[in-house]
């Protein structure tokens, strides 16, 4: 079965760092684009960031220069390494798969809470 | 960054209903819109990509249309479980972006 689960959200102080991981199961994620997608409570959905099949990577504006993607092939897991954390990134952070590296997202996990307060 | 204006915000409707929801691009996208749908509390789940292609699984009373700037999902047949929030996604440009979400409930 295809399945994407996160884990590594919890409370963090402004400032502080978390490192948010992803395990994929029935698929491998060095052969796919995937992604980062958050939502903050009562909110819309933002995309973060993606990393392509061959390595490359991109940021939302809004988190470039303090979130970072990277994976684990040999543990065919996705990462987001998150620091100086801001009371905005409080959100629930779901991995995605881009299907066919096309651009859209076809599965995802059940995400994982991010709380940025003091 | 392509904007997207995603209507309505609100939408009261009854099952067996049909329905429509709108998504209105800046710019031309030509057919690359995803329609998503998400209970609270849950992940969102991929409806339609290319516009109007339905992914599988999902049943045939959901359907995308359009191109260019203005898109279109329709539910022809309300059921209860179709009450829930619909994301319409830009994937033309760099970054995707997701529309602003409309609330679907029961009237």
């Known amino acids: 079965e295809v399945q994407l689960v996160e884990s590594g959200g919890g409370l963090v102080q402004p400032g502080g760092s978390l490192r948010l991981s992803c395990a994929a199961s029935?698929?491998?994620?060095?052969?796919?684009?995937m992604s980062w997608v958050r939502q903050a409570p009562g909110k819309g959905l933002e995309w973060v960031s993606v990393?392509?099949?061959?390595?490359?990577?991109y940021y939302a504006d809004s988190v470039k220069g303090r979130f970072t993607i990277s994976r684990d092939n040999s543990k065919n897991t996705l990462y987001l390494q998150m620091n100086s954390l801001r009371a905005e990134d409080t959100a629930v952070y779901y991995c995605?798969?881009?299907?066919?590296?096309?651009?859209?997202?076809?599965?995802w996990g059940k995400g994982t809470t991010v709380t940025v307060s003091s | 960054a392509i904007w997207m204006t995603q209507s309505p915000s609100l939408l009261s409707a009854s099952t067996g209903d049909r329905v429509t929801i709108s998504c209105r691009m800046s710019?031309?996208?030509?057919?690359?819109l995803a329609w998503y749908q998400q209970k609270p509390g849950k992940a969102p789940e991929l409806l339609i990509y290319?516009?109007?292609t339905l992914q599988s699984g999902v049943p045939s009373r959901f359907s995308g249309s359009g191109s260019g700037t203005d898109f279109t999902l329709t539910i022809s047949c309300l059921q209860s479980e179709d009450f829930a929030t619909y994301y319409c996604?830009?994937?033309?440009?760099?970054?995707?972006?997701f529309g602003q979400g409309t609330k679907l409930e029961i009237k």
């Open positions: 995605a798969r881009d299907s066919y590296s096309s651009g859209y997202m076809d599965v």
């Open positions: 029935g698929f491998t994620v060095s052969s796919n684009y």
């Open positions: 996604q830009q994937y033309y440009s760099f970054p995707p972006t």
């Open positions: 710019q031309g996208i030509s057919s690359y």
């Open positions: 290319a516009a109007s």
């Open positions: 990393i392509y099949s061959g390595g490359s990577t």
